[in-house]
Antibody, heavy 128, light 108 residues
Framework: QITLKESGPPLVKPTQTLTLTCTFSGFSLSSSGVGVGWIRQPPGKALEWLALIYWDDDKRYNPSLMHRLTITKDTSKNQVVLIMTNMEPVDTGTYFC????????????????????WGQGALVTVSS | SYELTQPPSVSVSPGQTATITCSGGALPEQYVYWYQKKPGLAPVLIIYKDFERPSGIPERFSGSTSATAATLTISGAQAEDEADYYCHSADKRHTWYVFGGGTRLTVL
């Protein structure tokens, strides 16, 4: 059974840096194709993909936020860390991490992946 | 990048069929995935690769696609299906990912 759990400070001040940790079990980030992604949801708003890291350290970032994001992994600890700099009140929301596996699809003739399952989420409030 | 557009809300009576659409310019080139999100809970994958249903997801949930839109259909909607539903897709090379704006389903 795959489980993920997000942890981090519930409150950060504007301009500060947020560090979130996703601790998982039931899979290994050293297995081919496996990855972990981060997605957030501001209160009352839609889901927004932030970043993704694969078993081979391949990293993907939301183009609109990539200048503020860093994603890393610690395979031995079964953890993925997301760092977001220069936090603002608009960054307030619930931050989720999720498991993904990249597989080759013969119809799309390329890799595909989706996020499943997700962690319960960590609420982060940005306020002075 | 591109956007996925969903209707903000859909309402149905219990037992009726609910349809939620997701439109976006790149959909024919990539699969669509659907998630159910209830308050305080993690999103749950209910449809993958346009129409595939994960184990444990009730058969009343189904997915389909056309040239420029994907559709989530809930046949015989139940009160427990009240939730926000999000479509999700990626660019051709899976270098970035996008979610739709979400649709609030009300069953009353």
């Amino acid at each position: 059974q795959i489980t993920l759990k997000e942890s981090g400070p519930p409150l950060v001040k504007p301009t500060q840096t947020l560090t979130l940790t996703c601790t998982f079990s039931g899979f290994s980030l050293s297995s081919s194709g496996v990855g972990v992604g981060w997605i957030r949801q501001p209160p009352g708003k839609a889901l927004e993909w932030l970043a993704l890291i694969y078993w081979d350290d391949d990293k993907r970032y939301n183009p609109s936020l990539m200048h503020r994001l860093t994603i890393t992994k610690d395979t031995s600890k079964n953890q993925v860390v997301l760092i977001m700099t220069n936090m603002e009140p608009v960054d307030t929301g619930t931050y989720f991490c999720a498991h993904t596996t990249s597989v080759f699809d013969s119809i799309m003739m390329g890799p595909i992946n989706w996020f499943d399952p997700w962690g319960q989420g960590a609420l982060v409030t940005v306020s002075s | 990048s591109y956007e996925l557009t969903q209707p903000p809300s859909v309402s149905v009576s219990p037992g009726q069929t609910a349809t939620i659409t997701c439109s976006g310019g790149a959909l024919p080139e990539q699969y669509v995935y659907w998630y159910q999100k209830k308050p305080g809970l993690a999103p749950v994958l209910i449809i993958y690769k346009d129409f595939e249903r994960p184990s444990g997801i009730p058969e009343r949930f189904s997915g389909s696609t056309s040239a420029t839109a994907a559709t989530l259909t809930i046949s015989g909607a139940q009160a427990e299906d009240e939730a926000d539903y999000y479509c999700h897709s990626a660019d051709k090379r899976h270098t970035w990912y996008v979610f739709g704006g979400g649709t609030r389903l009300t069953v009353l």
